[in-house]
C-alpha cells in the first residue's frame, strides 16, 4: 500500500482537545494538531519555531570549578511588555541582565 502525505497548510486551530480529536467531520479538526511541542501557533496560519536564547555571560563562580559553588539558578522577570529582565541567583548573590548586557548599579 502506498504512503500518503498529506500537507496541513493552516494551524488555526491550535490544539487539538481529546474531546474533538475523534470529530474528524469537523473544519476545525483539519486546522488543529494533535500535539505541538516547541512551536508557537500564528493566528493566521503558519507554526513558527519557539524563539531560543542567547548566551549572555559565564555564571559568576563557573571559574571556581567546584559543584556547591556552582549551583546557582537562572530565572526571568518580566515586569511589562517593556521591561524584562534575567535574574541569577547564587549563594549570597544576585545579578540582573537586560537586553544582552549586564545590569550595573
Request: with cysteine.
Amino acid at each position: 500500500m502506498a504512503k500518503v502525505d498529506l500537507v496541513q497548510t493552516t494551524f488555526t486551530g491550535g490544539k487539538i482537545s481529546e474531546s474533538l480529536s475523534a470529530r474528524s467531520d469537523t473544519r476545525m479538526y483539519e486546522n488543529s494538531c494533535d500535539t505541538i511541542n516547541n512551536f508557537l501557533v500564528r493566528p493566521y496560519g503558519p507554526l513558527i519555531s519557539c524563539p531560543g536564547t542567547e548566551y549572555i555571560n559565564d555564571t559568576k563562580n563557573s571559574a571556581s570549578g567546584t559543584a556547591s559553588t556552582n549551583r546557582v539558578r537562572v530565572i526571568e522577570f518580566i515586569f511589562s511588555r517593556t521591561d524584562a529582565y534575567v535574574i541569577e541567583m547564587g549563594p549570597s548573590y544576585f545579578r540582573f541582565f537586560t537586553d544582552g548586557a549586564s545590569v550595573e548599579s
